[in-house]
């Protein structure tokens, strides 16, 4: 008698079933927590440099996207990223001068870069998509932000200026957790696929 066996396709287009083991989800939780330290810690800067200049703060908020990236290559999962982005929040919004808005200020761009990653193939080590993830997450957390700007405020001049800080800060952002992910498996820290 000839069993029947169901398998389930992968998201990630790598594997036959895609679960999350002990392991990745702890390197979730660390970068997640390690986030929220970063979040909690220069929220109070953060909040001051928002008030001064909508563009400066958009060039410095790419600081929280890091290690939503960073988890995601490590681990080359696209779910990672927002999963990441998700436990941060969780653990800073008592923290944040967002509070709870820290939830769709983090998890939306961050679920928008990681659709990108799935729908350019996963490719982990191609510049150009990257480039593309960094613009997409660069675009949604863009549109959120036009809400906290004064509407007085609002010119051509600044929307553009924004836009460009936002895009040069989510592509910062992709470039150092690269450069994370190589120093951390030059140090022999490596996830076991």
Same mark, same amino acid.
């Given at each position: 008698?000839?069993?029947?066996?169901?398998?389930?396709?992968?998201?990630?287009?790598?594997?036959?079933?895609?679960?999350?083991?002990?392991?990745?989800?702890?390197?979730?939780?660390?970068?997640?927590?390690?986030?929220?330290?970063?979040?909690?810690?220069?929220? +109070?800067? &953060? %909040?001051?440099?928002? *008030?001064? @200049?909508?563009? !400066?703060?958009? $060039?410095? #908020?790419?600081?929280?996207?890091? =290690? +939503?990236? &960073? %988890?995601?290559?490590? *681990?080359? @999962?696209?779910? !990672?990223?927002? $999963?990441? #982005?998700?436990?941060?929040?969780? =653990?800073?919004?008592?923290?944040?001068?967002?509070?709870?808005?820290?939830?769709?200020?983090?998890?939306?761009?961050?679920?928008?870069?990681? =659709?990108?990653?799935?729908?350019?193939?996963?490719?982990?080590?191609?510049?150009?998509?990257?480039?593309?993830?960094?613009?997409?997450?660069?675009?949604?957390?863009?549109?959120?932000?036009?809400?906290?700007?004064?509407?007085?405020?609002?010119?051509?001049?600044?929307?553009?200026?924004?836009?460009?800080?936002?895009?040069?800060?989510?592509?910062?952002?992709?470039?150092?957790?690269?450069?994370?992910?190589?120093?951390?498996?030059?140090?022999?820290?490596?996830?076991?696929?």
């Amino acid at each position: 008698m000839v069993k029947n066996e169901t398998v389930t396709v992968d998201t990630e287009g790598t594997r036959p079933s895609r679960t999350w083991n002990s392991r990745e989800l702890l390197i979730i939780g660390a970068f997640g927590a390690l986030g929220a330290v970063v979040t909690a810690t220069a929220s +109070p800067a &953060t %909040a001051a440099v928002a *008030l001064v @200049s909508p563009v !400066a703060y958009a $060039l410095v #908020a790419g600081i929280h996207f890091v =290690l +939503p990236f &960073t %988890a995601g290559i490590m *681990l080359q @999962s696209w779910r !990672a990223i927002p $999963l990441t #982005a998700l436990f941060t929040a969780a =653990l800073a919004f008592p923290f944040s001068t967002l509070g709870l808005l820290l939830f769709p200020a983090l998890g939306l761009p961050t679920l928008a870069a990681g =659709l990108a990653v799935k729908m350019t193939g996963c490719r982990w080590q191609s510049p150009a998509r990257w480039a593309i993830v960094a613009a997409v997450g660069a675009v949604v957390i863009f549109a959120i932000s036009l809400v906290a700007i004064r509407p007085d405020l609002f010119s051509t001049a600044l929307l553009v200026s924004v836009l460009a800080a936002r895009l040069v800060s989510t592509g910062l952002a992709v470039v150092i957790a690269h450069l994370i992910v190589a120093s951390l498996a030059r140090a022999g820290v490596r996830v076991r696929r």
